[in-house]
C-alpha cells in the first residue's frame, strides 16, 4: 500500500491576484493555476480564505473544512490543473493549496498570499518566528545623546564650513532734540578678553545673581568664547546691541555710544508645561572711537534699557512679564558703570498656539512663539522643539 504523501506543490500563479500584490476586487473570480511538481498527483485541493499570520503552522489555518477539490490532468511530466475562485471581502487573503495522489495521500500545503484592491500592504505567506530576549529591569538607562548643535536661525546659515554672524538689524527713533539707534547682530560666537571674563565670573558669583538655567558647560555665561548653540529643550543664544543717542541741541551733534554683550537662554521642559528664559546683559569696557563720546553718566547721561520676557501664543499665562532682574535695575550710570545685569522668568504652556493647522504635535510645532527680550522689536527666532524669538 501506498502511504506516501505529496510534496508542496511546485508553484501556484494568478494573473488576476499576483502573489503577495492587490489585485481583482471583491467576488471577482480570478484563475489560480497549479503546477503540483509531481506525475502522480490526482487532484488538488485548495481553499480560500482571509489571511491568519498568526498562527505557528505553515498554511496559517489549522481548520480541516472548507477544502474543494479538481483534478488534474498530465502531460507525463508533472500533473497539473487550474481553479477560479473570488475574495469575498476586502483585506488581505490566502488561497491554501494541496496535493492528493491517487492513493488518497494528501500532500503539505502552498500557501499563496495576495491582498483585494482596497489594501496596500499584502498578504504574507510565509513567517519568522523570533525569541526576543527577557526585559531587563535594573539594566542601565540609555544615555542622552542631545549633543549641542549651532543655532542655525539664530546666526546665519552655514557657508563653506563656517557658522557666520546674522545679519544687523537697526532701529531708529527720532524726538524733539535727540535722535537714538539701536543695532542688534546676532552671533555665532560671543568672543570675550579674558579679563572681561573674569569680570564676569566674578560678578556672577554673587548670592543676588540667579543661576543661569542651562547648566552645560557649553553655555556658561563665564567663558571667554560663547556658541550659539541649541539642543531639543534649551538655546543659548548671545548677541551684540550698540546703543547710540545722537544730541540735536549740541552744534555739531553729538553722538554717545555704548555696546553690550548680551546673552540669552531659554529651557523648555519635555515633561511638564514649564518654560524657563534667563538674560545677562554685560557693558563692553571698550574705547569708544573718535568722534563718538562716552556716555557720561548723571542725569543727563544715563542708559536706560527697558526689558521685558514675553511668550507670544494663546497658549501661555502671560504673554509678557518684567524680567526678575538683579544686580540694580536695567541702567547704567555712563559708559563707566560696568556692572553686570541678570534676570529670570518663567512662563507656563497648556499647548495651545495660535492659528493651528491642526490637532497633531507636528501642526502645534510651528506656530508657538517664545523668549524674551526688549519690547518692541524682534530680536531673533531659533527653531528649538517650539520656536522661539526675542524682540526689542
Known amino acids: 500500500m501506498d502511504t506516501t504523501a505529496p510534496g508542496v506543490p511546485k508553484s501556484v500563479v494568478s494573473e488576476t ?24 498527483a490526482r487532484d488538488v485541493e485548495y481553499r480560500i480564505g482571509p489571511a491568519d499570520t498568526d498562527d505557528g503552522g505553515n498554511s496559517g489555518n489549522t481548520s480541516t473544512e472548507g477544502w474543494q477539490r479538481t483534478p488534474t490532468t498530465n502531460n507525463g511530466f508533472a500533473a497539473k490543473t487550474s481553479f477560479y475562485a473570488a475574495p469575498a471581502e476586502d483585506g488581505n487573503h490566502q488561497a491554501e ?12 500545503t502552498r500557501v499563496y498570499g495576495f491582498a483585494s484592491p482596497r489594501r496596500t500592504d499584502t498578504g ?12 531587563n529591569i535594573g539594566a542601565t538607562a540609555p544615555g542622552s545623546h542631545d549633543e549641542p548643535q549651532p543655532a542655525w536661525d539664530w546666526a546665519t546659515v552655514q557657508q563653506n564650513d563656517m557658522v557666520r554672524d546674522g545679519r544687523p538689524q537697526v532701529y531708529r527713533s ?27 565670573r566674578r560678578q556672577l558669583r554673587l548670592p543676588e545673581y540667579p543661576d543661569p538655567i ?15 548653540q541649541m539642543t531639543r529643550t534649551e538655546a543659548c543664544l548671545p548677541t551684540q546691541v550698540t546703543f547710540e543717542v545722537t544730541d540735536l541741541a549740541s552744534q555739531p551733534p553729538k553722538v554717545y555710544q555704548q555696546m553690550f554683550d548680551v546673552l540669552y537662554m531659554l529651557k523648555t521642559d519635555p515633561e511638564s508645561n514649564k518654560i524657563k528664559t534667563w538674560m545677562q546683559i554685560d557693558p563692553r569696557d571698550w574705547s569708544i572711537p573718535a568722534p563718538k ?17 514675553w511668550c507670544q501664543s494663546d497658549g501661555c499665562d502671560k504673554q ?73
Open 174 to 200: 527720532t524726538g524733539p532734540k535727540s535722535r537714538s539707534t539701536v543695532t542688534l547682530t546676532p552671533l555665532a560666537e560671543l568672543k570675550r578678553s579674558p579679563e572681561e571674563a573674569a569680570s564676569a
Open 124 to 135: 504574507r505567506a510565509k513567517k519568522i518566528d523570533i525569541d526576543l530576549p527577557k526585559s
Open 17 to 40: 491576484y499576483p502573489e503577495n500584490l492587490p489585485g481583482g476586487a471583491v467576488g471577482e473570480r480570478g484563475r489560480f493555476d497549479v503546477d503540483t511538481g509531481v506525475d502522480d
Open 97 to 108: 493549496v494541496r496535493s492528493v495522489d491517487r492513493a488518497d495521500n494528501t500532500g503539505a
Open 293 to 309: 563720546l562716552p556716555f557720561p553718566g548723571g542725569a543727563n547721561g544715563m542708559i536706560l534699557l527697558d526689558v521685558q520676557s
Open 214 to 228: 542651562i547648566k552645560g558647560a557649553w553655555c556658561d555665561p563665564t567663558l571667554v568664547n560663547i556658541k550659539a
Open 320 to 392: 509678557a512679564q518684567d524680567w526678575d532682574s538683579y544686580g540694580g535695575r536695567s541702567r547704567w550710570s555712563g559708559n563707566q558703570d560696568q556692572h553686570i545685569i541678570t534676570g529670570a522668568a518663567d512662563f507656563e504652556w497648556n499647548g495651545g498656539v495660535n492659528n493651528p493647522s491642526g490637532s497633531k504635535d507636528k501642526d502645534l510645532s510651528r506656530d508657538s512663539r517664545c523668549g524674551g527680550g526688549w519690547t518692541g522689536v524682534r530680536l531673533f527666532r531659533v527653531s528649538l522643539i517650539r520656536p522661539a524669538r526675542t524682540r526689542w
